[in-house]
């Protein structure tokens, strides 16, 4: 990852804050993701609220394009 995008700011040396809830250390080449909230929905159905399943397709999708694109040796979460 060379260039940025409208959704990256390089916040210390060779760090990229990327507006998807990720961290990018370019050369270490690890990928630190936050606020994931993988299973968030099923927990709540188990609970007995009604929540859509959305959130853990959109949450894949979004890891799935990061890991794509940073290519990490290491993932952080």
């Known amino acids: 990852m ?5 959704n990256q700011a390089l916040v210390a ?3 990229l ?3 998807r809830l ?3 250390h ?3 080449r690890w990928l630190a993701v936050a606020d994931l909230h993988f299973g968030y ?3 709540q159905r188990a609970a007995g609220r009604l929540v859509p399943m959305w959130g853990m397709a959109s ?3 979004r890891l799935m394009r990061l890991v794509a694109e940073c290519r990490p040796t290491r993932l952080l979460e």
Not at 2 to 6: G, M
């Open 59 to 61: 949450i894949a999708e």
């Open 2 to 6: 060379t260039a940025l995008r409208t």
């Open 41 to 43: 929905e099923l927990s």
């Open 22 to 24: 990720a961290l990018f």
């Open 17 to 19: 804050l990327d507006g």
């Open 13 to 15: 040396d060779e760090v």
């Open 26 to 28: 370019q050369r270490e």
